[in-house]
C-alpha cells in the first residue's frame, strides 16, 4: 500500500460502514471491538501472503482469494473465542471491510 493510502484509511470509518454494511437482521449483532478484531485477522493474512510488504512494481497486482480470506479470518476468529458467530455472520464483515477498502480505493 502507498503511503498516502494509510492516511485515507480510518479505522472508525471502517467500523462504521461495516456495521452500516450488514443486513438489517445481523446489525447491532457485532461489537465495534468484535469488527476491529476481524479487520486485524484481515490484516494479519494480508501480511501472512505479503501483500503489505513495500514492492518495487507499484503495477503489480494483487489477486486476494476472498474465499481463503474468508476462511482464514473465521478459523482464527473462533480460535481464539470471538463471539458466537457463524461463518456467514464473519463472512459479511470480511466482506464489508472489503467494499470500505474499495470505496476508498484502498486498492487502487
Known amino acids: 500500500m502507498a503511503e498516502k493510502d494509510d492516511l485515507l484509511y480510518d479505522e472508525e470509518d471502517s467500523v ?3 456495521q452500516n454494511y450488514l443486513p438489517q437482521e445481523m446489525k447491532g449483532r457485532f461489537s ?3 469488527i ?3 479487520v486485524d485477522l484481515i490484516y494479519e493474512y494480508y501480511e501472512s501472503k505479503g501483500y503489505l510488504e513495500e514492492s518495487d512494481d507499484e503495477n ?3 489477486s486476494i482469494d ?3 480470506l474468508i476462511a482464514y479470518v473465521v478459523k ?3 480460535k481464539d473465542g470471538v463471539g458466537k458467530y457463524t461463518e456467514d ?3 459479511m464483515v470480511v466482506e464489508g471491510e472489503l467494499e470500505y ?3 476508498i480505493n484502498i486498492f487502487d
Open 16 to 18: 462504521k460502514f461495516i
Open 66 to 68: 476472498e474465499d481463503e
Open 60 to 62: 503489480a497486482d494483487i
Open 36 to 38: 476491529c478484531y476481524i
Open 89 to 91: 455472520e464473519i463472512a
Open 101 to 103: 477498502c474499495d470505496s
Open 32 to 34: 465495534s471491538d468484535d
Open 76 to 78: 482464527n476468529a473462533q
